[in-house]
């Protein structure tokens, strides 16, 4: 069977404060962050009520503080467009554009309230290969696609 490199999310990960799943950032400057893009896998039909993306602020490589949360929120009905099966990238806003500093440790948190996870029907966030911040750093024919950083763009402006 083939498949799409991604880090599924399990019920468990949503019953804490603390997430499991994250993507660190650290921006060079004060820049706007206005939405952020990104790709998900849709895995049988999963069962969830609403996904959502969350900015915390960490501390030694772990989110600590949720900054903010994107004011866009996905249901299901807009995820499942086609069949029960896909491979989707989506985005998150913000209505009010937020300033992040440069030089802080940041991180993107998917967030799936309601989730129903199982082996069979799961959603999952999409792995960036080959990363361009580190390809030239890595032998890609012996990488671990699952360290890879998960695929996003921020858009934004700096001031």
């Given amino acids: 069977m083939?498949?799409?490199?991604?880090?599924r999310f399990e019920s468990t990960d949503f019953v804490s404060t603390t997430p499991r799943v994250y993507q660190g950032f650290t921006l060079e400057r004060a820049t706007k962050v206005k939405a952020v893009r990104t790709w998900f896998v849709i895995h049988n039909?999963?069962?969830?009520?609403?996904?959502?993306?969350?900015?915390?602020?960490?501390?030694?490589?772990?989110?600590?503080?949720?900054?903010n949360t994107?004011?866009?929120?996905?249901v299901p009905s807009e995820l499942l467009t086609l069949n029960a099966y896909g491979l989707k990238e989506i985005y998150f806003d913000f209505t009010n554009p937020v300033w992040l500093e440069g030089g802080v440790?940041?991180?993107?948190v998917p967030w799936v309230n309601g989730?129903?996870?199982t082996q069979a029907s799961h959603l999952a966030w999409v792995?960036?290969?080959?990363?361009p911040n580190t390809e030239t750093a890595v032998t890609l024919s012996e990488v671990n696609v699952a360290s890879v950083p998960y695929y996003m763009s921020l858009i934004g402006a700096d001031r």
């Fill in 2 to 7: 083939w498949t799409v490199f991604a880090e």
């Fill in 45 to 67: 039909n999963p069962t969830f009520t609403s996904l959502e993306m969350r900015i915390y602020e960490g501390v030694g490589g772990v989110p600590t503080v949720l900054r």
């Fill in 70 to 74: 994107f004011n866009k929120t996905w």
């Fill in 105 to 108: 440790q940041y991180f993107l």
């Fill in 115 to 117: 989730n129903a996870f």
């Fill in 127 to 131: 792995h960036g290969f080959p990363d």
